[in-house]
Nanobody, 121 residues
Framework: VQLQASGGGLVQAGGSLRLSCAASGGTWGAAAWFRQAPGKERDFVAAFSWSGGSPIYADSVKGRFTMSKDNAKNTVYLQMNSLKPEDTAVYYC?????????????????WGQGTQVTVSS
């Protein structure tokens, strides 16, 4: 499965962005978003199972970010509201064949190329 992420950009604190991740070349059981700030580890942001169920979120984004999907387009989205400067990072979408949701990077087999999100104060 190839993943293509898009939608990043520059936004002021308090603003919103929506990231997209389109999958091609196969199917996926679960999808996730991770992010990596300069000099830091790649951290879990959100994930859900393609077959249903509620998404899970990192505590730092809960209540501000929402993950959703479009089955017809085989695309997942990350709606980011009330953005903060500490949300600045490169955001990566990830996929895995299984449906179990993992917060650890090593459990995800497929990765998109990343999209930069910069939040100014």
């Amino acid at each position: 499965v190839q993943l293509q992420a898009s939608g990043g950009g520059l936004v002021q604190a308090g603003g919103s962005l929506r990231l997209s991740c389109a999958a091609s070349g196969g199917t996926w059981g679960a999808a996730a978003w991770f992010r990596q700030a300069p000099g830091k580890e790649r951290d879990f942001v959100a994930a859900f199972s393609w077959s249903g169920g509620s998404p899970i979120y990192a505590d730092s984004v809960k209540g501000r970010f929402t993950m959703s999907k479009d089955n017809a387009k085989n695309t997942v989205y990350l709606q980011m509201n009330s953005l903060k400067p500490e949300d600045t990072a490169v955001y990566y979408c990830a996929g895995r064949r299984g449906t179990v949701l993992h917060r650890t990077r090593s459990q995800w087999q497929n990765w998109g190329q990343g999209t930069q999100v910069t939040v100014s104060s």
